[in-house]
């Protein structure tokens, strides 16, 4: 669906598309930090994954038009990357100089080429707040998910926004095995391995489990033998994934972005399907 240039959207949990041709009305438009709190809610209320990466800094899009109050239409969340590796492996920054951007969250108001014109300004306001960080990695999952029933639950996706942005394309992720719930979603391999050694963060994982179709846990029963059978019963597959498309940008002054963008991987092309 990107070669007809639409703009995913979000709203109560559903994904939405804009056409690419719309222009934003920047007057309507403001840009400001928002807590880490607001910024879980709004996730949690509009995106298909719910769960928010520890974040670094969260940035808002607001609207206001006329005498209403302005309204939270979209988040930037730049957050502290999963794998320790991903910043030194596609960036060439140390761990501490890079951030990922875990979640980019646009209301389905937001006109067609919101992406950019939002995206471009949270960089900014992300050199201001953490002058530390040079360099910022993003994943683009470019596989469709379906439900296993046949219907599409989310399209694949090439990162056509980061693209208007200059990002620079340096690859893929690491191919991997994704435990795939009849809905749709993903069941994280770390969620799981924290319920089964009992380590914090148990309860979230059982209830993703809950929420996915697993049966309970019966009183008494083993852990590991708990989620063999619940992955069983609740009809959750192994499917393989090729890996996510990397995009990179550099961030901070003319000469941090300069040696930055010298650090990075060198850029491939763009992917166009």
């Not at 469709?144 to 394309?169: M, V």
């Not at 799981?192 to 979230?204: C, D, I, N, T, V």
Request: glycine share 10%; aromatic share 8%.
């Amino acid at each position: 669906m990107e070669q007809l240039s639409l703009c995913q959207r979000w709203k109560g949990g559903r994904e939405y598309y804009r056409t690419g041709r719309e222009t934003i009305r920047v007057r309507e438009y403001g840009i400001d930090i928002v807590s880490d709190r607001r910024a879980r809610h709004f996730i949690a209320e509009h995106h298909y994954a719910p769960n928010s990466p520890p974040q670094i800094l969260s940035v808002g899009l607001f609207r206001k038009v006329g005498v209403t109050e302005s309204q939270l239409v979209g988040i930037a969340r730049f957050s502290v990357p999963m794998n320790q590796h991903a910043v030194p492996r596609h960036t060439g920054q140390e761990p501490g100089h890079g951030c990922e951007l875990g979640r980019l969250v646009l209301m389905d108001e937001v006109p067609g080429n919101g992406e950019s014109y939002f995206l471009a300004r949270a960089m900014r306001v992300l050199r201001q707040e953490r002058p530390n960080i040079r360099a910022v990695v993003s994943y683009c999952d470019p596989v469709a998910r379906y439900r296993q029933d046949g219907t599409l639950f989310k399209r694949g996706h090439i990162g056509i926004c980061y693209q208007a942005l200059n990002a620079r394309h340096v690859g893929r992720a690491k191919p991997r095995t994704l435990l795939m719930t009849r809905s749709g979603h993903v069941l994280s391999e770390r969620s799981l391995s924290k319920f089964k050694h009992r380590e914090r963060g148990e309860a979230y994982a059982y209830r993703q489990l809950l929420k996915a179709g697993c049966p309970e846990r019966k009183l008494g029963e083993d852990r590991e033998v708990y989620l063999e059978r619940a992955l069983q019963e609740g009809g959750v597959v192994r499917q393989r994934h090729p890996g996510n498309l990397v995009y990179c940008w550099a961030v901070g002054s003319a000469r941090d972005r300069k040696v930055a963008w010298s650090r990075m991987p060198p850029a491939q092309i763009y992917p166009k399907a």
